[in-house]
C-alpha cells in the first residue's frame, strides 16, 4: 500500500497531467460509474461554478492563519488533488468503497495536510473558515467531514452529486463566486455553511480511481 502511494505522488510530483490521460488511464471512462474507495487521489467539481477544490502552501491573511484552501478555475493543476481517507481510529482499508453516511477524510496531496475547519469567520463572506490542517502524523476531528450522497445511491460514485458536512461544526463544505483579488487572484472562497444550499454541491472528477478490494 505504501509504494502505491509512493509511486503516486511521484507521477503527481513530475507534473505529469492525469487530466490530459486517457480514460483508461483514470480507470474508466466518464460514462461509467466508478466506485470511489479509500486510497484514491481526485479532484472534486463545484457543481454550480465548476471551480476544483484546491489548496496550495499560502496560509490565510487572517482568522487561523492555516493554509488556504480555495476554488480553482483550470482543471490541469496538481494542487487540486485530494487522497480520499478513513476517518481517525477505524477498520476501513485501501480500496473499501464508501457509503452514504460515512465519516471520512481528505488529505491534499502536495502538502499532506487535511481538509479542516473550525469556528473562525472566512475571509470574504464571514462564513466557517476552510482550512488546510496538520500532516501526515498529525490528525484530528476538524478534518472529519460526513459523506451525503444526493439520490437513491447508497455508495459513492464518480460524478454524483455529494454534500459534505463537517462534523465539529455542522457547516457543509460550501463555495460561490466571491473571488479573492490579489494573492490568490481569480480563484473563489470555499467556505462552511450550516444550511442546506445548492452552492454546497461537489461532484468527484478527474483523478485516479483505485479498483475496489474484493473480500475474501
Known sequence: MAMGFFALSVFLYLGLSLDH???SSASA???EAVEITYGTALKLMHEKTKFRLHS???PYGSGSGQQS???????DDANSYWIVRPMLETLAKQGDTIESGTIIRLQHMKT?????SHLHASPISGNLEVSCFGGEHESD??????LMIEGSEKTWKQHQRIRLQHIDTGGYLHSHNKKYQRIAGGQQEVCGVREKRADNVWLAAE?????VTKSK
Not at 69 to 75: A, K, S
Not at 112 to 116: A, G, Q, T, V
Not at 141 to 146: A, E, N, P
Open 21 to 23: 490521460s486517457s480514460p
Open 29 to 31: 471512462a466518464s460514462s
Open 56 to 58: 496550495h502552501d499560502v
Open 69 to 75: 484552501v480555495t476554488g480553482f478555475p483550470n482543471v
Open 112 to 116: 499532506r495536510k487535511w481538509l479542516h
Open 141 to 146: 476531528t476538524g478534518d472529519h467531514w460526513r
Open 207 to 211: 483523478g485516479v480511481y483505485l479498483p
